[in-house]
Nanobody, 116 residues
Framework: QVQLVESGGGLVQFGGSLRLSCAAS????????MSWYRQAPRKERELVAV????????YYADSETGRFTISRDNVENTLYLQMNSLKPEDTAVYYC?????????WGKGTLVTVSS
């Protein structure tokens, strides 16, 4: 059974940092490109960052460039998102996604709230 379980969300003040984790199981993690998405209240889900299978290439949405870092551990089957200099507009539910080979897996998300 495929599972993606996000953790690490919470309440943080403006300018603070959080590290999100996504524990993967039930599929061959190292074969999938992985992504983080987020969905703010009353907004559509949007892409935050993507990382290739080997972790050697990353992509970030414009607003996250320089503040967020996506990484992965293919031994521990875990995806990470280090978020620094957080802003209130970063408040959202953050989702882990694995996509490839015709499959598309999602976690249930972890809530990040940034207070001003």
């Amino acid at each position: 059974q495929v599972q993606l379980v996000e953790s690490g969300g919470g309440l943080v003040q403006f300018g603070g940092s959080l590290r999100l984790s996504c524990a993967a199981s039930g599929f061959t993690f190292m074969r999938y490109a992985m992504s983080w998405y987020r969905q703010a209240p009353r907004k559509e889900r949007e892409l935050v960052a993507v990382i290739t299978t080997a972790g050697d290439i990353t992509y970030y949405a414009d607003s996250e460039t320089g503040r967020f870092t996506i990484s992965r551990d293919n031994v521990e089957n875990t995806l990470y998102l280090q978020m620094n200099s957080l802003k209130p507009e970063d408040t959202a539910v953050y989702y882990c996604n694995a996509r490839g080979y015709g499959m598309d897996y999602w976690g249930k998300g972890t809530l990040v709230t940034v207070s001003s």
